[in-house]
């Protein structure tokens, strides 16, 4: 059964100014980071939590806070505090800091689920730490990082990803309430609790100490240095093998302790592109994963099955190859495209698709005329200039023709395998990530934790660098590009070319499958990213069955025998009958990540529509056919009431109102917020979009 955070800790009701409680005393501190920026960080497990309820005045939506709770807790004891008032708070907070004797030397970490919320309230409140390591945001209204005398507030899901419930499954030991305190309910600060509530309110925070205690056991006390995201943390790891690898072969070979590191350093150094090349590979070669729907049965329920591959991006990262010399400018010959890495700009006169499937995203092209669109996709142009790999210049020759095709620039790079510290700690995660489940803990907080782990080796190799600097006084702001480019290559061991690779082979091995499946007449309705819908067909399972032996002994050429590596790469099936062999649902697709279908198993219509919750579907209709007949090219629209999206308007400036009922309401007053409201969710489709539908179901192949 999950514990219950306030069944064990010391509860306050904080109504007023004084000292009416206890403080968890520190154990113990870790010492951080060098010279004038050195610091102790107390060992106080902290977490920051606020209720609000929402609003609507006449000129739109206002949130008004009327619960704040913080929990700080050591290794004996766990205190739970609880106000109503925000100048009871501040008043604590201060208070905190004062009794902690906190400062720029000495420091602790309060840990907040979704900072962006809370801070959104409390930002003109504390008069924040202006130091360059005292504030940090990843975007405007995004802060991972906020300081106010030595306190930190820092975000929790940064580093856990997903929400709260995740973050408790993952790192506590107490989990998180079933519901939620209503915001749509208007309370203020006398508006009374139900134990429950209150409850609810204990617990948030609990979980939120409880990861503080986690991530203080297993990163700060160890590494001396407090994690700002999930992708940081591996990145650390990688900094850890590489070096410790280095020390080796220094000793080994009698060198010098830190020859190998620089030696590797100036190598990474000598592949990094140019700043102005940096960004046009980032934002024209670098391509996601694909993602669209076959046009001629778009709009249409038909019986698929489902494959996806098994761990697509790690099997790509051991697989396949990657550029590993710098590039060079050199004249265009063919034969380059099957012997190294190639970064190509190509012109295209008259291209135009030889299949139901448009292959390119409009975001991505560089140049063109005359274009006509798929969904976002291209299908025709008079003219089309892009920048590719050879991987996508390969993908263009199986699914567009052009009158004419001419490679402006080409530069090449020797193939070969991405570095052992990357590789060596992914599949150190994969293996163990395989023994827990294997062992029948995949229910732990360790299986979660390293999934994640797995998960986040992609992310870290497709992480751009921090080229601007968010900034915040009373407001939000850029400083100027500080450290400049060239200090910030410096800091990484990651090429940016790796991480345009992987997802470059991943769409390669996807679209290969798609042009395989084409030739060989089987109908395939959907893609996405790692995963194919297709019209039943023997031919579709022999072609299958092929590439997974194929896969297999490149496993076994690569030396990946253990047990975890079985079936990476492989197309596994995705919806099985109790025999384990490939089912049928019904399907419907509107384009690219807006498709429902029917799980049998568990007699219910699933959904992925962009923008909109998963379990809103139901609302659509009161039976499988009608949300399948609702569910059409029209488009439809779900009330706020049921649609379950909301949406944020944020308040800058101070603002006042008379929050409850006119009998029991009160004056209460924000120097910020920031409101979430429901709204209804529509899908529309374009008339462009509508048309091709409409012009292609005259030619739709019989099924």
Same mark, same amino acid.
């Given at each position: 059964?999950?514990?219950?955070?306030?069944?064990?800790?010391?509860?306050?009701?904080?109504?007023?100014?004084?000292?009416?409680?206890?403080?968890?005393?520190?154990?113990?501190?870790?010492?951080?980071?060098?010279?004038?920026?050195?610091?102790?960080?107390?060992?106080?497990?902290?977490?920051?939590?606020?209720?609000?309820?929402?609003?609507?005045?006449?000129?739109?939506?206002?949130?008004?806070?009327?619960?704040?709770?913080?929990?700080?807790?050591?290794?004996?004891?766990?205190?739970?505090?609880?106000?109503?008032?925000?100048?009871?708070?501040?008043?604590?907070?201060?208070?905190?800091?004062?009794?902690?004797?906190?400062?720029?030397?000495?420091?602790?970490?309060?840990?907040?689920?979704?900072?962006?919320?809370?801070?959104?309230?409390?930002?003109?409140?504390?008069?924040?730490?202006?130091?360059?390591?005292?504030?940090?945001?990843?975007?405007?209204?995004?802060?991972?990082?906020?300081?106010?005398?030595?306190?930190?507030?820092?975000?929790?899901?940064?580093?856990?990803?997903?929400?709260?419930?995740?973050?408790?499954?993952?790192?506590?030991?107490?989990?998180?309430?079933?519901?939620?305190?209503?915001?749509?309910?208007?309370?203020?600060?006398?508006?009374?609790?139900?134990?429950?509530?209150?409850?609810?309110?204990?617990?948030?925070?609990?979980?939120?100490?409880?990861?503080?205690?986690?991530?203080?056991?297993?990163?700060?006390?160890?590494?001396?240095?407090?994690?700002?995201?999930?992708?940081?943390?591996?990145?650390?790891?990688?900094?850890?093998?590489?070096?410790?690898?280095?020390?080796?072969?220094?000793?080994?070979?009698?060198?010098?302790?830190?020859?190998?590191?620089?030696?590797?350093?100036?190598?990474?150094?000598?592949?990094?592109?140019?700043?102005?090349?940096?960004?046009?590979?980032?934002?024209?070669?670098?391509?996601?994963?694909?993602?669209?729907?076959?046009?001629?049965?778009?709009?249409?329920?038909?019986?698929?099955?489902?494959?996806?591959?098994?761990?697509?991006?790690?099997?790509?990262?051991?697989?396949?190859?990657?550029?590993?010399?710098?590039?060079?400018?050199?004249?265009?010959?063919?034969?380059?495209?099957?012997?190294?890495?190639?970064?190509?700009?190509?012109?295209?006169?008259?291209?135009?698709?030889?299949?139901?499937?448009?292959?390119?995203?409009?975001?991505?092209?560089?140049?063109?005329?005359?274009?006509?669109?798929?969904?976002?996709?291209?299908?025709?142009?008079?003219?089309?200039?892009?920048? !590719?790999?050879?991987?996508?210049?390969?993908?263009?020759? @199986?699914?567009?023709? $052009?009158? %004419? *095709?001419? #490679?402006?620039?080409?530069?090449?790079?020797?193939?070969?395998?991405?570095?052992?510290?990357?590789?060596?700690?992914?599949?150190?995660?994969?293996?163990?990530?395989?023994?827990?489940?294997?062992?029948?803990?995949?229910?732990?907080?360790?299986?979660?934790?390293?999934?994640?782990?797995?998960?986040?080796?992609?992310?870290?190799?497709?992480?751009?660098?921090?080229?601007?600097?968010?900034?915040?006084?009373?407001?939000?702001?850029?400083?100027?590009?500080?450290?400049?480019?060239?200090?910030?290559?410096?800091?990484?061991?990651?090429?940016?070319?790796?991480?345009?690779?992987?997802?470059? !082979?991943?769409?390669?091995?996807?679209?290969?499958?798609? @042009?395989?499946?084409? $030739?060989? %007449? *089987?109908? #395939?309705?959907?893609?996405?990213?790692?995963?194919?819908?297709?019209?039943?067909?023997?031919?579709?399972?022999?072609?299958?069955?092929?590439?997974?032996?194929?896969?297999?002994?490149?496993?076994?050429?690569?030396?990946?025998?253990?047990?975890?590596?079985?079936?990476?790469?492989?197309?596994?099936?995705?919806?099985?009958?109790?025999?384990?062999?490939?089912?049928?649902?019904?399907?419907?697709?509107?384009?690219?990540?807006?498709?429902?279908?029917?799980?049998?198993?568990?007699?219910?219509?699933?959904?992925?529509?962009?923008?909109?919750?998963?379990?809103?579907?139901?609302?659509?209709?009161?039976?499988?056919?009608?949300?399948?007949?609702?569910?059409?090219?029209?488009?439809?629209?779900?009330?706020?009431?049921?649609?379950?999206?909301?949406?944020?308007?944020?308040?800058?400036?101070?603002?006042?109102?008379?929050?409850?009922?006119?009998?029991?309401?009160?004056?209460?007053?924000?120097?910020?917020?920031?409101?979430?409201?429901?709204?209804?969710?529509?899908?529309?489709?374009?008339?462009?979009?509508?048309?091709?539908?409409?012009?292609?179901?005259?030619?739709?192949?019989?099924?």
């Amino acid at each position: 059964m999950p514990s219950i955070g306030c069944l064990d800790s010391k509860i306050y009701d904080v109504n007023e100014c004084s000292i009416s409680f206890t403080l968890p005393k520190p154990l113990y501190s870790v010492h951080c980071g060098r010279g004038d920026n050195a610091y102790d960080i107390l060992e106080i497990f902290a977490g920051f939590d606020i209720e609000t309820t929402n609003v609507q005045f006449v000129d739109g939506w206002y949130a008004f806070a009327y619960h704040m709770q913080v929990c700080l807790s050591n290794q004996r004891e766990k205190c739970v505090y609880l106000f109503r008032r925000w100048e009871v708070w501040e008043w604590f907070i201060d208070h905190i800091i004062s009794y902690y004797n906190l400062g720029s030397d000495r420091k602790l970490i309060m840990w907040v689920a979704n900072l962006s919320f809370e801070f959104q309230f409390i930002r003109r409140r504390l008069e924040w730490d202006q130091g360059d390591y005292d504030f940090f945001a990843k975007e405007e209204r995004q802060p991972l990082k906020a300081t106010y005398h030595g306190l930190e507030f820092r975000e929790a899901l940064a580093i856990s990803g997903g929400n709260l419930e995740h973050l408790a499954k993952t790192y506590c030991t107490t989990q998180k309430m079933v519901g939620d305190l209503d915001y749509r309910k208007e309370r203020n600060s006398q508006t009374p609790l139900t134990e429950e509530e209150r409850r609810y309110c204990i617990n948030d925070v609990v979980i939120l100490a409880e990861f503080s205690q986690a991530i203080f056991d297993k990163y700060i006390r160890p590494d001396k240095k407090v994690p700002m995201t999930k992708t940081s943390i591996l990145i650390s790891e990688y900094n850890d093998r590489l070096k410790t690898q280095c020390r080796l072969l220094d000793k080994r070979n009698g060198r010098e302790t830190g020859t190998t590191l620089a030696t590797w350093k100036e190598y990474l150094l000598r592949c990094w592109p140019d700043e102005e090349t940096y960004k046009i590979w980032f934002e024209y070669l670098f391509r996601g994963g694909y993602v669209h729907a076959n046009i001629f049965y778009t709009d249409i329920t038909v019986d698929v099955r489902m494959r996806d591959i098994t761990s697509s991006y790690p099997a790509e990262m051991n697989l396949s190859y990657y550029p590993v010399t710098p590039f060079k400018r050199v004249e265009f010959k063919p034969e380059y495209l099957k012997k190294y890495c190639c970064i190509l700009r190509v012109q295209y006169d008259h291209i135009e698709t030889i299949t139901a499937h448009s292959i390119e995203s409009k975001n991505k092209i560089f140049a063109e005329i005359g274009a006509k669109w798929d969904n976002g996709r291209l299908y025709y142009a008079d003219y089309l200039e892009v920048y !590719q790999t050879e991987l996508d210049f390969e993908i263009y020759q @199986h699914f567009y023709k $052009a009158q %004419g *095709v001419t #490679v402006t620039e080409c530069y090449i790079a020797k193939r070969g395998k991405l570095p052992f510290y990357l590789l060596d700690t992914l599949n150190h995660y994969y293996r163990h990530k395989h023994y827990l489940k294997v062992t029948g803990q995949n229910d732990t907080q360790e299986y979660a934790v390293t999934k994640g782990a797995v998960n986040t080796n992609y992310g870290a190799t497709v992480k751009r660098l921090k080229l601007d600097k968010i900034t915040y006084t009373d407001d939000w702001g850029h400083a100027e590009i500080q450290p400049n480019y060239a200090e910030e290559i410096r800091k990484t061991i990651l090429l940016p070319q790796w991480g345009i690779w992987v997802t470059a !082979q991943a769409r390669h091995s996807l679209l290969m499958m798609l @042009h395989k499946l084409t $030739a060989a %007449g *089987v109908k #395939v309705v959907y893609m996405d990213t790692d995963s194919i819908k297709y019209i039943p067909s023997h031919k579709a399972e022999k072609i299958f069955q092929h590439y997974n032996n194929a896969k297999r002994r490149h496993l076994h050429n690569r030396k990946l025998r253990h047990a975890a590596f079985n079936d990476l790469g492989f197309f596994d099936v995705e919806l099985k009958d109790k025999d384990g062999r490939p089912e049928s649902a019904p399907f419907k697709t509107l384009g690219a990540k807006r498709y429902i279908y029917y799980d049998v198993h568990k007699d219910k219509v699933k959904a992925t529509v962009a923008g909109m919750p998963k379990e809103s579907i139901k609302h659509l209709g009161v039976s499988v056919k009608e949300i399948f007949d609702n569910f059409n090219a029209y488009g439809f629209e779900l009330i706020p009431e049921v649609s379950g999206k909301l949406t944020t308007v944020y308040r800058d400036e101070e603002y006042s109102g008379l929050v409850g009922s006119i009998q029991h309401g009160e004056e209460m007053h924000e120097k910020s917020g920031v409101a979430l409201y429901q709204i209804p969710f529509t899908l529309t489709i374009s008339d462009e979009f509508y048309n091709l539908i409409k012009e292609k179901k005259e030619e739709r192949p019989s099924l």
